[in-house]
C-alpha cells in the first residue's frame, strides 16, 4: 500500500515480467525476472480486483477455457480444472451463462477462478 505515484503498478508489472527495472534486481521464486522471465510466466498469475474477469459474450465455461488455452494448458487438463473450480466455487448453475449476464459477486468468483484456473493446485 502506498500513496499515488508510488510506484505499487510499477513493481507488479516488473514482478510480472511486463516491465524490466529501470535499476536493481528483481525475483519471482528466486528468478530473476529479466534474465528468467521465460521461467517465471508459466508460474504467475495475475488478476485485480477492478477488472472484468473475461470476455461478456462468453459463457463462465467458455471464458475459463479461453484463459487456460492462452496458458498453454494441455486440454485435458484444462477441462478437469475448469469443473474442478467450477464446483469448487459453486457457479455450477451459471457454467453455461453468459459472463455479461452475471451478477457482481459470481463476476468476481470467475476472476477467483480465472486466477486458479493455470494453477498446479487449481
Known sequence: MGPNGSGKTTLVKILTTLLYPTEGHAFVDGLDVVKEADAIRPRINLVSGGETPGYGI???RENLWFFSQLYGLPKDLAGARIA???EQLEMGEYRDTLMSHLSTGFKQRLNL???FVTSSNG
Open 58 to 60: 462468453l459463457t463462465v
Open 84 to 86: 474442478n473450480l467450477v
Open 113 to 115: 477462478a480465472r486466477g
